[in-house]
């Protein structure tokens, strides 16, 4: 049930992705951030209330594992997306991507050294299994050579956080379920704590300001969307890390090439992403996590 809830949440973060594409094109993502940070508070804290009325066992406040549930956020949500745009920026997106495929490794040492989790010799082998078809549907990033030293440097420490920022977040929040078992209430908190973050290093109001009035309604509703997809990425990949290894569950979550390959290849018809290559890795990333699931 870990690995169904952690290709839940993958799918639930590739549909991220696949909306941004579009809704950058309406807003700019300084003022679209605050749309999805906004709606990783409200649409899940709605979910929460829901089932508060409908569960039967008591509700308990558990200050640790709030407060996991909002380094968690500091860290992952606001440090490693914002970040994640920086790299972006300074390197392109398809060094950034390579970047980000790197995260699960941040996670597998965090999880060591902060739950004590040790994986056997089967699993990392797979892991490696997973990461090696993850690597082959990225695309080529070009010559590093290409970029100023300056730029490079910036990308890399940039890059660095940003992975970083989603492992560490990740293991977090594991820790937190394994304490307070609150999926849907510790994703408010972590939002919460990562759109305080936001606010407080956010200098440009008016620009934002106008950007939101001046937004079509299209543009604010595909932000929406972004947040709504992510915080039930969020709610999910809690649930994973509660019934398999935090390290294996974040894996399974950044395999999302599996899914933006063929919306890319069919939907946006960018026919060009449709390589021997990038087909191997897929089929690669698939038997890894089968035999995952089927440990």
Known sequence: MGIAYALLAMMCFATNIVITRFAVARLPVEAGFFVVLATNVLFPAALF????????????????????FAIGGVIGTFLGRRFLFDTVKLLGPSRASVFHSTAPAFALIGAWLLAGEILGAYEIALMLVVWAGLWLTQPRAGSLQALAPELLRKGFAAGLVTVAGFGFGNVLRGLAMRVWEEAAL????????????QFAVTRNWEKIGAQLRGAERKAIWLYIGCGVFTSLGSIFISLAMTRIEIALAVLVVHTTPLVIFPVSVFLLKNREELTPRTVVGALVVLAGIAFLALR
Not at 49 to 68: D, I, T
Not at 186 to 197: F, H, M, Q, R, Y
């Open 49 to 68: 209330a829901a089932e508060l009325g409908a569960r039967e066992a008591p509700y308990a406040w558990h200050w640790k594992g709030a407060g996991l």
């Open 186 to 197: 510790g994703t408010v908190i972590a939002s919460v704590a990562a759109l305080a973050c």
